[in-house]
């Protein structure tokens, strides 16, 4: 195909897979739930009519082949088809469709890549439903547990393992901890994904190549309680105030942030969720308890260990002094990931030659590619510029700049290490 032919697909799938997903308010498409399944089952239409073969695994992931493709170790491409509630179009399904036009551009030209490529469409990459993270790809290489699939649903209306046997997974298999993907068989993953923050944009770079990606150390529940009591009898210091508490828990890491990104460590720290009970929560009463969620990133396992540690420790302190106490929900973790350094010297490379920055960036959010890298796949990434940030319904990357990742990443299928 040529670019403007690739541009004018890319979007029809974009804008089909969009309508069948919009919310009112942007997109939404619940891992492992129907909007999910819907993307999936649409872009496997797409490659069927290409002619390119398709199959799911246990975990119910998307797999699509090359009819006639060679023998040997194969170069995997991938990302997800899932949405945080309220999210933009191109998070995950950017990679996805990246990878399924590069197999198209073989199979319209009688091409055959040096290696097998194969392409995944992977399911329950965000955490937002489950409150873990790479859902599909942690089950394809035997990594979800039994405390994993006993996660409840952000509506507790199901279990992550009811959930995804409602998409037809074998969840026992899943539960067992069998392994769907052949990590020796495996050349490399390679993953097309927008970039989530300002850097593409601010440095007018229409693509760069990935370094690594910051693991995470999170709660999903923590709550603060304290006491409730009458908002003008209570003298501030008979107060068990559990706003007040987490604000000054909140206040104190914030610091301790500060002080620490002055130190040159890498760290991001973030409260997502912040709520009093609305069934008892009102203008003259105290609160006496509060619900909020906690999570810390960082590349550095060692940074992200000693800033859990520190805020336990403050949460010791400020139960004391304000009177309240803490309680905390099983702790989740995502070890961070250093990817290919061959990759990525490789792809830095194929950038200069097309014309493109060859420009390295870590990535402060996760990816899929962190849990091949992890399982000793040789893993590499391209972010295309993005405006808007994401996980927002105003995602904004420009087609001619992902027409520009995918010529990349073809040149890399077709040149591969």
């Known amino acids: 195909m040529d670019r403007a032919a ?21 997109i939404t498409r619940e891992s492992y739930g129907p909007t999910e399944t819907t993307a999936l089952d649409l872009l496997e239409r797409f490659a069927q009519s290409e002619g390119l073969t398709t199959a799911r695994d246990p975990a119910q992931n998307l797999v699509v082949d090359l009819p006639d493709k060679p023998s040997g170790a194969a170069i995997y491409v991938g990302s997800h088809l899932d949405s945080v509630p309220q999210g933009g179009n191109f998070d995950g399904l950017a990679g996805v469709v990246a990878g399924l036009l590069c197999l198209v551009d073989f199979r319209r030209e009688g091409a055959r890549p040096p290696r097998p490529v194969r392409v995944l469409g992977l399911r329950g990459e965000e955490s937002a439903w489950f409150g873990k993270a790479y859902m599909g790809s942690s089950a394809l290489l035997g990594k979800l547990t039994d405390e994993d699939l006993d996660l409840r649903h952000r509506s507790d209306a199901c279990t992550l393992a009811e959930a995804m046997a409602r998409t037809g997974a074998e969840v026992e298999r899943v539960r067992r901890g069998e392994r769907f993907f052949d990590v020796d068989g495996a050349a490399a993953y390679l993953e097309l994904h927008i970039e989530q923050g300002p850097v593409l944009v601010a440095g007018k770079w229409p693509t760069a190549i990935v370094t690594g990606i910051r693991g995470n150390i999170r709660h999903k529940h923590v709550v603060c309680r304290g006491e409730p009591g009458h908002s ?34 890498d760290l991001v720290l973030t409260f997502g969720i912040v709520s009093t009970d609305p069934r008892a929560h009102a203008m003259s009463r105290i609160p006496g308890e509060l619900a909020f969620s906690f999570e810390v990133r960082s590349q550095s396992r060692k940074t992200l260990e000693e800033f859990y540690e520190l805020f336990h420790t403050e949460c010791k302190s400020v139960a004391s002094e304000r009177k309240v106490r803490f309680e905390f929900d099983r702790r989740l973790e995502t070890p961070p990931a250093r990817l290919d350094e061959r990759w990525v010297a490789h792809l830095l490379e194929l950038s200069g030659r097309l014309g493109l920055p060859a420009e390295r960036v870590p990535s402060g959010a996760g990816h899929d590619a962190a849990m091949f890298a992890a399982a000793g796949v040789p893993s590499g990434m391209i972010f295309i510029r993005n405006e808007h940030g994401s996980h927002n319904p105003h995602e904004a990357m420009d087609l001619d700049d992902f027409v520009l990742g995918v010529e990349l990443l073809r040149l890399a299928l077709s040149e591969p290490l």
């Open 232 to 265: 003008g009898a209570v003298p501030r210091g008979l107060r068990r105030d559990a706003v007040l508490a987490t604000a000054e828990l909140m206040h104190r890491l914030d610091d301790h942030w500060a002080g620490w990104l002055e130190r040159g460590l």
């Open 6 to 26: 690739r541009r004018s697909l890319a979007a029809k799938l974009f804008d089909d897979v969009a309508a069948r997903s919009r919310d009112g308010e942007g």
